[in-house]
């Protein structure tokens, strides 16, 4: 790929609050009924009615992403003042959740309610994920192989969900905590090759541990893009990245401020995690997907961590919890 510059898509997830109250609505049909004539399939619900996502199609240039970023945010941040709201990008909600929570009704996540039952019942969270091109599969497992060592400061850095249940959590990655309950999350086992990736994420669907790839959630991972997306012309494959920010994180959206009656920002602690969960993905042929922040620009900053310093020694990260 010398001579050719990977395609990359974003895909974002924000949270619907109430413009004045702050508080997560359940109004994501009403949101997706009046963005997707602007949008079509570059927004789609998620798996409770707290929340949409917003994505881009694979782009050859990274002013082509701002682009198209700016664009898929703008639609959603008009359509959400429409009905009175406004996007949020927060790894967790911050005001207003009830448990348990109001599940999507999109036919594409009822089999992972009913394998998962009673998870789902807290499970909403918000995420960002970054695809970026790669050769072929083989360079994908390659491509998470090399990240492993790098995840707890890559994780670390993009840490945006200090609060839960309306109160500092303790925890400035709540959201690491919430999806380590997942059978299959965290960091991904090293592989040494893409068939030794597909023989045990089918053995994970075999056993009953997993639905198919969909609910495999290591930071890393290799996936297959859809065939819904821009058509890129040479096929190659793409690498996807983040979930939660991994390699495109976010400042926390919104968060509350000192004095206002709500939990301050906390601050790392000794023992406790600093991480917000991300997901590298590896797929074929497309990078197609994004995570949120209130449009427009939703809520939080974007900042992409630089290299280490001189001399700094990598994190080592565990195997499959």
């Known amino acids: 790929m010398a001579d050719h510059f990977p395609t990359v898509g974003v ?5 619907l609050v109430d413009a004045s109250q702050r508080t997560v609505v359940a109004a994501a049909p009403r949101i997706l009924a009046r963005a997707k004539p602007v949008l079509g399939d570059l927004v789609t619900g998620e798996a409770s009615r707290y929340q949409v996502e917003g994505k881009t199609p694979p782009c050859g240039a990274l002013g082509e992403l701002r682009h198209e970023l700016r ?11 429409q009905e009175g709201l406004r996007p949020l990008a927060s790894g967790t909600p911050l005001l207003g959740v009830r448990t348990p929570i109001p ?74 905590l919430g999806a380590a309950r997942w059978p299959v999350a965290g960091p991904p086992p090293y592989f040494s090759s893409a068939a030794h990736y597909d023989a045990l ?34 096929g190659r494959p793409h690498e996807r990245r983040g979930s939660g920010g991994l390699r495109r994180p976010r400042a926390g959206a919104g968060r ?21 969960r991300g997901v590298l993905a590896v797929c074929p042929r497309r990078a197609d997907r994004a995570e949120p922040r209130p449009a427009d620009q939703p809520a939080g900053a974007d900042h992409t961590p630089g290299p280490p310093p001189a001399g700094a020694r990598p994190a080592r990260a565990g195997g499959a919890r």
């Open 11 to 15: 895909e974002e997830e924000y949270f």
């Open 71 to 81: 664009r898929v945010r703008s639609a959603v941040v008009t359509a959400a003042a």
């Open 103 to 176: 599940l999507s009704g999109d036919p594409h996540y009822l089999p992972q309610f009913e394998m998962f039952r009673s998870l789902y019942d807290t499970f909403v969270f918000c995420g960002l994920h970054v695809h970026v091109q790669v050769p072929d599969r083989e360079h994908a497992v390659l491509v998470s192989n090399h990240l492993r060592p790098w995840l707890p400061v890559l994780v670390a850095l993009a840490a945006n969900s200090p609060f839960w249940e309306e109160r500092d959590s303790g925890y400035c990655s709540w959201r690491t």
């Open 201 to 234: 994420a089918a053995s994970l669907q075999e056993t009953g541990a997993t639905r198919g790839e969909r609910s495999l959630y290591w930071d890393v991972r290799a996936v297959r893009a859809p065939a819904h997306r821009r058509d890129q012309g040479d």
């Open 256 to 276: 509350p401020r000192a004095g206002t009656g709500t939990a301050r920002r906390p601050r790392a602690r000794h023992g406790r995690s600093a991480a917000e």
